[in-house]
C-alpha cells in the first residue's frame, strides 16, 4: 500500500479529571491488526511519524496495520500541557492513562491492539502496565521495544554528561523553578518532561527495585507470575550510549524473565547503513529500508506463529548487525 492510500485521523480521547489524550492513527486497511505506538520521555508520539509521512507507524500502516499513536498526558497535542497538570507519575500512566488508551482503540476498531511498540521510557511503562494487568498478555501477538533499559548500569563518559550531569542535575534544578523540564529550552528532547516522572525515572535508572513508589506495587515480582509474557523484539544501537545502552538493554530483556526474545543490535560494522543514536533508530529516513523490514518480517512471524502456521523465515546474514544473545 502506498503512503498516499493511508487512512489518517486524530482521536481525543477524554480522561476522567477533563484532561484529554491524543491518538493519531494511521490505517493500513480494514480488519488489519492494530498496532499501538508509547513513546518515551521528552518526546511525543511524532518520533514514530512525522508531517513529510516517514517514520515506523507510516512503514507499518503500509504494510497493512492499523496503527495508533497516543501522545501521553500533557505532550504533544493531548491536553492540557503538563506545565498545567500538577504531577504525573508512573502509578497514572499505568493504571489510567494506558487502560484508556486501550479501550478507546478497542472501541474503535473492535480489537485490543495485537502489537505494542515502545521506545525508551514507553517500553518501560509498557511492561510495568502488563505485570499489573497480566490478562492483556495472552492477546498480544508481539512486543517491540527500541532502546528500552529500566536501569542503567553502563558506565562511559556520554552516561555521565547526558545523563548524570543534565538529566539529573539541570533537570532537576530547572525543574524547582519552572515545576517542570523545558526539553527544548535545555536541548534534551522535542518536548518538555514531568518532573514527577524524571523522579521516578532516575530512581530506576540508579537501580531502586521495580516498585511502584505510589502504591508499593512489586512489577518485578508480578511479571514472574501469572500468564505467559508475550514474545518480544528489542532493538538496540551500538551507538546508542547513553539512553539505550545495549548491554543496558540486553539486561532489561532478562529482567523481565522467561519469554521469547530476541535482541537485534544495530552496527554499522556489522551491516547497518548508519551508527544509529537513540532517537535517529527512529526518525532517520534510512531506518524505513534498513531495520524496519526486520521488524515488520517479525510481526509477520509472530502473526503465523499464533495462527500455527509455518512462520516467515527472514532471518539475516551474519554481516547484517543482528546479534541474539
Known sequence: MSVSEIVEESIMVPLDNGHQLHIRRLCGGSNAPPVLMLHGLLEDGTVFYSRSKRGLAYSMASAGFDVYIPDLRGKGRSWPHLSEILQYRVYDAVTSDIPTLLEAISTHCGSAPKFWVAHGWGGVLLTSFLARYPQYRSGTLGLVYFG??????????????????????????????????????????????????????IAWMQGASWVDPSDKFDYGAALSEGLEYPPSLY???????????????????????????????????????????????????????????????????????????????????????????
Open 148 to 201: 528500552t533499559r529500566r536501569v542503567a548500569s553502563t558506565q562511559n563518559l556520554q552516561r555521565r554528561v547526558f545523563v548524570d550531569a543534565l538529566w539529573g542535575w539541570l533537570a532537576g534544578a530547572v525543574s524547582k523553578l519552572r515545576g517542570f523540564i523545558p526539553g527544548g529550552l535545555l536541548k534534551m528532547g522535542p518536548s518538555d518532561e514531568f518532573s514527577s516522572m524524571r523522579s521516578e525515572n
Open 235 to 325: 532493538i538496540a544501537s551500538k551507538s546508542d550510549l547513553t539512553y539505550g545502552n545495549p548491554r543496558d538493554v540486553s539486561e532489561f530483556m532478562r529482567e523481565v524473565g522467561s519469554h521469547n526474545g530476541r535482541l537485534i543490535i544495530l552496527d554499522k560494522e556489522g551491516g547497518s547503513q548508519h551508527n544509529y543514536r537513540h532517537s535517529t533508530m527512529l526518525t532517520h529516513p534510512d531506518a524505513a529500508t534498513d531495520h524496519f523490514p526486520l521488524v515488520l518480517s517479525w510481526m509477520e512471524e509472530m502473526i503465523c506463529l499464533k495462527n500455527e502456521a509455518v512462520p516467515l523465515t527472514n532471518t539475516p546474514p551474519a554481516s547484517s548487525g543482528v546479534e541474539s544473545p
